[in-house]
Structure formats: structure tokens, C-alpha cells
């Protein structure tokens, strides 16, 4: 998904500190949204809020609306009905307000490839009329101090998606879309990202995410949106998700005949639960464990549809 977020010399960063605003309207606000684009509803009547410095997941299927709503959200789509704010101001015609506002940063990068790190973010810094201190900050950040002055040509795919990043925490935003913004990073750089993403939401920076990476979602998300089909599924934590729709299975292997055989028995099925104590008494039980539920298994469940 690629979306350009258009910037231009008077979106200077307002100067007080929002990490001291308060907190009680939301930073994000959708109210009965729909978007069509013709015969063809992309999304159906969403409604959503997301506090200031909460880390949220929206998640969901190709197709299901995620890159429509986003369109919607940094002014580059028009929505069919309805309503839908940031930061108070609402879209389409508030966007003047809101652009100074936010950061997106994309799946894709969009890097000036024949300039170095340093100076893509120093034509950045000059649109957001940003001081030139924060970009050697911001590339500390980041771990791309020592290829500061390497032109991005010669970047791998992490260090280009790091500089994206890099750019888009360079004026500061008090509102951050990320997509996908730890593909294509060796492990350690995942971590990196990912606690930095924490760091910004707790100085109140709200961030609206979007990942196939399940994983990823379990471990940083406040809360999370499924939409599927254009249409909201569930909105909960990830901890209640995985509360509310798990299912207790159990793993058995047991030899018979030389051979070893396995079994997935549900706890909740009284079949099941019978199976499991013919196995126990009457077969040589090489293994017996809890089968574990991820928030990846939610997902499928409430969307029938792989994450891939």
C-alpha cells in the first residue's frame, strides 16, 4: 500500500507539548463511515475512536478496507458517508490542520535514491521547518548514524525502511500510521522499532498500525480493530481476544504397533475428553501438552481468512 501524505512549507510543528494535552477526546474518531467507489463498498459503516498515546492494531485481510480507511484518515480519499476526525479536526475539509499533524509511514519506500541518508532528512527537516539537530537525533534513533552520509542507493531494505521511519519521527507528529513498519528488519532492528514505537506512545503519540505480523500485534498493541469485508469484526485488547475465543485443546502422541501417532483433542467436547482417556489408559502416551492459542488463531477465526 502506498500513500503520499503531501507536505509543503508552512506545515510547521505546533510547539507545545502534547505529551501535557488532555487526554479525553479521542485522537481518532470514526463515526459511521462508508466508502464506495461505485457499486463496490470498501467500508461499511465503521465506527472507531483511538486515545491520545494508545497503540493501536488495525488489522484485517487483503481487501478488507484498511488502506481505504487510511486513505480516509491522512486526507487522500474521499469518504462516501459519515464522519472521521484527527486530532479534532475533521476530513476532508480540516486537513490543512491535521497534515502538520501526522506521519505515515509506508510499505514501500520512497527514498531520493541518489541523495544520502542525511539529506533526504534534511529536505524533510526543511519542510516541516524542523532545526537541524533533530536529524542527527532522530538517525541515533534509529541506528543509521554511521551511514548518515551513504547515499540510499546503497542502503539494504532494513536501512531504507529505518530511514522512513527516521523521517516520519523527524517533526515529531503527534499522530503516527505505520505500515508494516518492521518488514524486511534482521531481529534486532524489530525489537528496536518496536520499543521505539512503545517510547512513543507513552510521551502520548497515538499510533494507528497495520501488520500482518500477529506476533507483532500480541506484543505491542493496546487494542485492535479486525476489519473484514469492509466491515469492523471485533475491537478489543489482545489479552481479551485471546480470552474470549480460545480453545482449550490438547496435543497427544502415543505409540502403537511401532508406530507414533498424534491426536488433537479438544477439552470441551466430551467426544474428545473420551478419547483422551482411552489414549491415557489403553496407549504407551509418549507426549501429552496444552495446545497454545495465539492471537494469530483469533484472527483466522474471526476472519476465516489466512494472514499471509
Same mark, same amino acid.
Given at each position: 500500500?502506498?500513500?503520499?501524505?503531501?507536505?509543503?512549507?508552512?506545515?510547521?510543528?505546533?510547539?507545545?507539548?502534547?505529551?501535557?494535552?488532555?487526554? &479525553?477526546?479521542?485522537?481518532?474518531?470514526?463515526?459511521?463511515?462508508?466508502?464506495?467507489?461505485?457499486?463496490?463498498?470498501?467500508?461499511?459503516?465503521?465506527?472507531?475512536?483511538?486515545?491520545?498515546?494508545?497503540?493501536? &492494531?488495525?488489522?484485517?485481510?487483503?481487501?478488507?478496507?484498511?488502506?481505504?480507511?487510511?486513505?480516509?484518515?491522512?486526507? !487522500?480519499?474521499?469518504?462516501?458517508?459519515?464522519?472521521?476526525?484527527? +486530532? &479534532?479536526?475533521?476530513?476532508?475539509?480540516?486537513?490543512?490542520?491535521?497534515?502538520?499533524?501526522?506521519?505515515?509511514?509506508?510499505?514501500?519506500?520512497?527514498?531520493?535514491?541518489?541523495?544520502?541518508?542525511?539529506?533526504?532528512?534534511?529536505?524533510?527537516?526543511?519542510?516541516?521547518?524542523?532545526?537541524?539537530?533533530?536529524?542527527?537525533?532522530?538517525?541515533?534513533?534509529?541506528?543509521? +548514524?554511521?551511514?548518515?552520509?551513504?547515499?540510499?542507493?546503497?542502503?539494504?531494505?532494513?536501512?531504507?525502511?529505518?530511514?522512513?521511519?527516521?523521517? *516520519?519521527?523527524?517533526? !515529531?507528529?503527534?499522530?503516527?500510521?505505520?505500515?508494516?513498519?518492521?518488514?524486511?528488519?534482521?531481529?534486532?532492528?524489530?525489537?528496536?522499532?518496536? !520499543?521505539?514505537?512503545?517510547?512513543?506512545?507513552?510521551?502520548?503519540?497515538?499510533?494507528?498500525?497495520?501488520? @500482518?505480523?500477529?506476533?507483532?500485534?500480541?506484543?505491542?498493541?493496546?487494542?485492535?480493530?479486525?476489519?473484514?469485508?469492509?466491515?469492523?469484526?471485533?475491537?478489543?485488547?489482545?489479552?481479551?481476544?485471546?480470552?474470549? @475465543?480460545?480453545?482449550?485443546?490438547?496435543?497427544?502422541?502415543? *505409540?502403537?504397533?511401532?508406530?507414533?501417532?498424534?491426536?488433537?483433542?479438544?477439552?470441551?467436547?466430551?467426544?474428545?475428553?473420551?478419547?483422551?482417556? !482411552?489414549?491415557?489408559?489403553? *496407549?504407551?502416551?509418549?507426549?501429552?501438552?496444552?495446545?497454545?492459542?495465539?492471537? +494469530?488463531?483469533?484472527?483466522?477465526?474471526?476472519?476465516?481468512?489466512?494472514?499471509?
Amino acid at each position: 500500500m502506498t500513500i503520499d501524505v503531501n507536505l509543503s512549507r508552512n506545515s510547521s510543528i505546533p510547539k507545545s507539548d502534547f505529551a501535557h494535552e488532555p487526554s &479525553g477526546k479521542p485522537m481518532i474518531e470514526l463515526s459511521d463511515v462508508s466508502v464506495k467507489f461505485g457499486s463496490h463498498t470498501a467500508v461499511d459503516r465503521l465506527n472507531l475512536t483511538v486515545n491520545r498515546g494508545e497503540l493501536f &492494531g488495525f488489522l484485517g485481510p487483503n481487501g478488507a478496507g484498511k488502506t481505504t480507511t487510511i486513505r480516509v484518515l491522512t486526507g !487522500q480519499g474521499p469518504l462516501t458517508l459519515g464522519q472521521a476526525s484527527v +486530532a &479534532g479536526h475533521f476530513l476532508p475539509r480540516g486537513f490543512e490542520l491535521i497534515k502538520p499533524l501526522i506521519g505515515y509511514i509506508p510499505d514501500t519506500e520512497n527514498h531520493m535514491e541518489e541523495f544520502t541518508g542525511r539529506e533526504n532528512l534534511s529536505l524533510f527537516a526543511r519542510l516541516y521547518d524542523v532545526p537541524r539537530s533533530r536529524i542527527d537525533e532522530v538517525l541515533t534513533q534509529l541506528e543509521l +548514524a554511521e551511514a548518515a552520509d551513504v547515499v540510499v542507493r546503497n542502503y539494504s531494505k532494513g536501512m531504507r525502511k529505518k530511514l522512513l521511519i527516521a523521517r *516520519e519521527l523527524l517533526h !515529531q507528529p503527534r499522530v503516527l500510521f505505520c505500515d508494516e513498519p518492521t518488514a524486511n528488519l534482521d531481529a534486532h532492528s524489530v525489537q528496536r522499532v518496536r !520499543q521505539l514505537l512503545r517510547e512513543q506512545a507513552s510521551r502520548g503519540v497515538t499510533i494507528f498500525l497495520t501488520t @500482518h505480523d500477529m506476533d507483532e500485534v500480541e506484543q505491542i498493541c493496546d487494542r485492535v480493530a479486525i476489519l473484514c469485508k469492509g466491515r469492523l469484526v471485533e475491537c478489543d485488547t489482545p489479552t481479551r481476544f485471546i480470552t474470549r @475465543h480460545a480453545e482449550r485443546n490438547v496435543a497427544v502422541q502415543f *505409540e502403537r504397533d511401532d508406530q507414533i501417532f498424534r491426536e488433537l483433542l479438544s477439552l470441551d467436547d466430551p467426544t474428545d475428553q473420551e478419547r483422551l482417556s !482411552q489414549i491415557v489408559k489403553g *496407549e504407551r502416551c509418549v507426549r501429552l501438552h496444552s495446545q497454545e492459542f495465539r492471537f +494469530a488463531d483469533v484472527f483466522l477465526k474471526l476472519t476465516g481468512q489466512t494472514y499471509s
